[in-house]
Antibody, heavy 116, light 110 residues
Framework: QVQLMESGGGVVQPGGSLRLSCAAS????????MHWVRQAPGKGLEWVAV????????NYADSVKGRFTISRDNSKNTLYLQMDSLRAADTAVYYC?????????WGQGTLVTVSS | QSVLTQPPSVSGTPGQRVTISCSGS????????VYWYQQLPGTAPKLLIY???QRPSGVPDRFSGSKSGTSASLAISGLRSEDEGDYYC???????????FGGGTKLTVL
């Protein structure tokens, strides 16, 4: 079945960096755009970034533009999110999601905590 | 503040029908499709409604979506205890060139 599994979360100091991964299975990964969406503790959903299937086009939320980079490796069926210059406000569960009739499905999420 | 506006909470008793509203603008709901996501406690969000009123396979027909102008609604009929959770609307925003979400609505089944 279609599955997405995030990894790479953890605790990082303000100003630090972290790279998240999202391993895809059960579908032709190279045929779909992919998204990252985050959810701060006790808060709502916030779209972060999208990348097209061929990696030619990327788009970011204003809140992360210039600090986060979305990428993918279609040979490894894996989506990435490189997060630099992290701030406390970036603390959240980060979900990857396939672009299919909206965001479907979602991974289980990985928690990123930015704290000194 | 979220770009799309939802009521923070709604409630109903088993078997009742409830609706959740989602208000936006001409740059998002007014010109694009609306999507609804269900997030049950402790789980990842799940697609509930796509393209305003379409249900993915496996979603019961108790869930329905509609749109009028710059607002959208999610209706849940025959309310069940397992429907308790958070519900989010979403749409693409042409002005922001970004996906935007509502702040979420917590559904309580009394």
């Amino acid at each position: 079945q279609v599955q997405l599994m995030e990894s790479g979360g953890g605790v990082v100091q303000p100003g630090g960096s972290l790279r998240l991964s999202c391993a895809a299975s059960g579908f032709i990964f190279s045929g779909y755009a992919m998204h990252w969406v985050r959810q701060a503790p006790g808060k709502g959903l916030e779209w972060v970034a999208v990348i097209t299937s061929d990696e030619r086009n990327k788009n970011y939320a204003d809140s992360v533009k210039g600090r986060f980079t979305i990428s993918r490796d279609n040979s490894k069926n894996t989506l990435y999110l490189q997060m630099d210059s992290l701030r406390a406000a970036d603390t959240a569960v980060y979900y990857c999601a396939r672009d299919f009739m909206g965001f479907d499905p979602w991974g289980q999420g990985t928690l990123v905590t930015v704290s000194s | 503040q979220s770009v799309l506006t939802q009521p923070p909470s709604v409630s109903g008793t088993p078997g009742q029908r409830v609706t959740i509203s989602c208000s936006g603008s001409s740059s998002n709901i007014g010109s694009n499709s609306v999507y609804w996501y269900q997030q049950l406690p402790g789980t990842a969000p799940k697609l509930l409604i796509y393209r305003i009123n379409q249900r993915p396979s496996g979603v019961p027909d108790r869930f329905s979506g509609s749109k009028s102008g710059t607002s959208a609604s999610l209706a849940i009929s025959g309310l069940r205890s397992e429907d308790e959770g958070d519900y989010y609307c979403a749409a693409w925003d042409d002005s922001l060139s970004a996906w935007v979400f509502g702040g979420g609505t917590k559904l309580t089944v009394l």
